[in-house]
């Protein structure tokens, strides 16, 4: 089955720093989204981006789908962002999302 | 909008009891799914439906079973719980449409299961 990995597995960071959290699948995707798990363990959807470029104020995210990976930045970083970011994708043909195994960012003040 | 709400959001078991585990929607979605996630892990996929009346096993669906009668309700049941089952499980859903795979999926909260 697709192979969804992510890299670095754990990123410390001081606040206002910038960082780029990477995904690579291993197969072409109908679905790739990025989430937030916040420490309280809620999986916050971040974005829905089988291919191009979004942003949502501090965070942006690109998929490169003929290349197989997709990139999430996030700029100005703030405490509130640590947590664990997830990237998930669904193969053509397939009906389930595999999840990557996740980055660990701190952010500390 | 509720979103897709879970319950209980926690539970302790002994081995070899029984439970189900609540999940619904109110967004008329017709995909949903039960994921479990183990300590330092990413979501593993259990069991799924593409609407009522249709289920199909995901990646770890041993020990648990679900059924799906309406649109809006998915429980997932442990019909003899084991210490291997200790996980937090979430539940999802997303807009099916022509292609269910194409879509965004949305999580519930999580349940947190203890089996002692």
């Known amino acids: 089955g697709i192979q969804v990995e992510q890299s670095p597995p754990d990123l410390i960071l001081q606040e206002g720093a910038n960082s780029t959290l990477r995904c690579n699948f291993s197969?072409?995707?109908?679905?790739l989204q990025w989430f937030h798990q916040n420490p309280w363990g809620q999986l916050i959807n971040l974005f829905y981006?089988?291919?191009g470029t979004k942003q949502n104020g501090r965070l942006s995210a690109t998929t490169v789908a003929t290349e197989r990976y997709s990139l999430l930045y996030i700029s100005s970083s703030q405490t509130t962002d640590s947590g664990v970011y997830f990237c998930?994708?669904?193969?053509?043909?397939?009906?389930?999302?595999?999840f990557g195994q996740g980055t660990r960012l701190t952010i500390n003040p | 909008n509720a979103g897709v709400t879970q319950t209980p959001k926690f539970q302790v078991l002994k081995t070899g009891q029984s439970m189900t585990l609540q999940c619904a929607q109110d967004?008329?979605?017709?995909?949903m799914s039960w994921y479990r996630q183990d300590p330092g892990m990413g979501l593993r996929l259990i069991h799924y439906?593409?609407?009522?009346?249709?289920?199909d096993q995901g990646e770890v669906p041993n020990g648990y079973n679900v059924s799906r009668s309406t649109t809006e309700d998915f429980p997932l049941r442990l019909l003899s719980a084991a210490p291997s089952q200790t996980s937090v499980y979430f539940c999802?859903?997303?807009?099916?449409?022509?292609?269910?795979?194409?879509?965004?999926?949305?999580f519930g909260p999580g349940t947190r299961l203890t089996v002692l």
């Open positions: 981006i089988p291919s």
């Open positions: 998930a994708a669904v193969i053509q043909g397939a009906q389930k999302l595999v």
């Open positions: 197969d072409s995707v109908n679905n």
């Open positions: 999802a859903s997303s807009y099916a449409g022509a292609s269910w795979s194409g879509n965004e999926q949305f």
């Open positions: 439906s593409v609407g009522a009346g249709i289920t």
């Open positions: 967004m008329n979605h017709e995909y």
